[in-house]
């Protein structure tokens, strides 16, 4: 039982890096869980009567589109894959329709662009702390190797900081992830009413970074615990480990003298008789 406790950091640490790796890159194509998104912008009023999209589902690092069909949606396509990514739903739509009409002759509400343009450096930051906060969960799982095979200690001041830290680049992502969404639903439902232009949150997407957060602020918490109680050990024991050791080394020479200085003399014994 001690034993997996003493791995319970790292299994934390490990399942919340698979998590925030889901988090970066889902959405980046069309088979990689494009239905994980931020949040989804519906058009279907607008989209009966032109070219453009029936949605937008909007991701860390890309956006994809498609059409909303009876039972599912069926995405099309993806944008290409950027760390720096903001959504730009003129962009978009100009792509849709071949840059031959503007967004606002087809009836999109220019105040949801306005609101886009109003969070682009707070989208594009999104990313980046969540590559933050993978790459130091990565170094604290390769310490965690190194020291294993080693037969180092349980948990490390340096591992513990580095979950620490991926606890705090992946809060500052989940807060901005839940702002961004929550914020733009309610946004886009306020000026896109008279369109008829209506936007949704992820749930998943929002359970898999809280639940990523949450199990680095574990792994970290405990193995700050672990090493406060190795750290309180008293060294005594060690000294009487060695003391013991060393005690023993002496008896057993003692041993092997006598038996030598035994053995000549029963030897001399036995030619006498």
């Known amino acids: 039982m001690s ?7 790292t299994v934390a640490a ?6 925030t790796l889901i988090c970066l890159f889902a959405g980046s194509q069309t088979s990689v869980l494009p239905d994980t998104s931020i949040l989804t912008i519906y058009t ?12 937008y589902s909007i991701h860390v690092m890309s956006y994809c589109e498609g059409e909303l069909r009876v039972n599912h949606k069926d995405f099309n396509n993806c944008s290409d894959r950027t760390l720096f990514f903001s959504f730009d739903p003129d962009a978009a739509i100009r792509a849709d329709t071949g840059n031959t009409t503007s967004p606002a002759d087809l009836g999109w509400p220019s105040a949801i662009t306005d609101d ?3 969070f682009q450096m707070t989208s594009r930051s999104m990313g980046i702390f969540y590559c933050l906060g993978a790459g130091v969960a990565a170094l604290a799982l390769f310490e965690r190797a190194w020291w294993a095979i080693r037969r180092g200690p349980r948990q490390t001041v340096t591992e513990v900081s580095s979950m620490m830290l991926s606890f705090v680049m992946l809060g500052i992502s989940s807060i901005i992830a839940t702002v961004i969404a929550f914020q733009f639903v309610n946004l886009v439902s306020y000026h896109g009413q008279d369109a008829g232009v209506t936007a949704e949150y992820g749930p998943q997407f929002l359970s898999l970074t809280w639940a990523a957060t949450g199990l680095y602020l574990i792994g970290g918490t405990t193995g700050l615990v672990m090493v406060l109680i190795d750290r ?12 013991n050791i060393q005690r023993d080394c002496k008896t057993n020479r003692k041993r092997e003298e006598k038996k030598a200085t035994r053995g000549p003399i029963g030897r001399m014994e036995m030619g006498g008789k």
């Open 3 to 9: 034993r997996l406790v003493n791995w319970l950091p």
């Open 232 to 243: 309180s050990r008293p060294p005594v024991r060690r000294k009487e480990q060695r003391g």
């Open 14 to 19: 490990f399942i919340a890096f698979i998590l």
């Open 116 to 118: 886009f343009y109003a």
């Open 44 to 55: 279907s009023n607008i989209s009966q009567s032109t070219e453009i999209a029936g949605f």
